[in-house]
């Protein structure tokens, strides 16, 4: 269990299939900060932990992904802290009928995508995070209502990401229908679903299970911003 894949998202995917929007230094990475705020390291030893120290110097707060809290990283201190419960699945459940159409996103939707996620907080959203996989939405009236889709792309697997419902619209469904969606294109490509939830919200958690996710471990998400003493407690 410990070489796999999801023990290390970030490392995994941004030192891999998307390493296009990863800004590498030594042995640490991040993405863009147009894409997102994900950022890793080869490893625990001084130099890779300097490197990342110095990304978030040059380009901004960074989030990890691990299984354990960080090392001392250089220059840098924790915003916050907080457990996830990470997800899996290799089944989905059965569409069902529903009286919305689900769409197809792209860049023409990015600003009402952006504004959307900024209104909701799914999760860390950025100016260009929509391209980072496909994603797939519901509009009432013209308006966008309900989105979901992909982000971290680990070799063999593809993380949903980025559920999120306007207020205006809530309890409609489109939440799970569209979560149900993106994992059942991303099996349909022979890979398996993953995703994060935070490890005390039961709501959601009791959703992604009726979808056919399962809990495979806990990993703990770190924001580091720079500045004070290394890692400490704000």
Not at 79 to 92: E, G, I, N
Not at 141 to 166: F, I
Request: aromatic share 8%; net charge negative; with cysteine.
């Amino acid at each position: 269990m410990s070489d796999h894949v999801l023990n290390r998202p970030v490392w995994s995917a941004f030192g891999g299939r998307q390493a296009d929007v990863a800004i590498r230094r030594g042995g640490a990475l991040r993405t863009h900060p147009d894409f997102g705020l994900f950022a890793g390291s080869a490893d625990n030893s001084p130099s890779a932990l300097a490197d990342l120290g110095a990304l978030v110097a040059d380009h901004g707060d960074v989030g990890l992904v691990e299984l354990f809290d960080p090392p001392s990283v250089p220059g840098t201190r924790v915003v916050s802290r907080a457990v996830c419960l990470q997800m899996t699945a290799d089944t989905v459940a059965p569409a069902w009928t529903a009286d919305f159409e689900i769409l197809d996103l792209g860049d023409p939707d990015a600003a009402e995508m952006l504004a959307l996620a900024t209104l909701t907080k799914p999760g860390p959203f950025f100016s260009r995070t929509h391209q980072l996989g496909s994603f797939v939405g519901v509009r009432v009236d013209g308006r966008l209502a309900a989105m979901a889709g992909e982000r971290m792309r680990p070799e063999g697997y593809t993380e949903a990401s980025g559920v999120c419902v306007h207020p205006d619209y809530r309890g409609r469904g489109y939440a799970a229908r569209l979560l149900r969606e993106v994992t059942a294109r991303i099996l349909a490509r022979g890979e398996k679903a993953f995703l994060h939830s935070y490890a005390d919200n039961a709501t959601a958690i009791g959703l992604y299970e009726s979808l056919g996710y399962r809990g495979r471990r806990e990993v703990v998400f770190t924001i580091l911003t720079a500045g004070g003493s290394p890692n400490a407690e704000p």
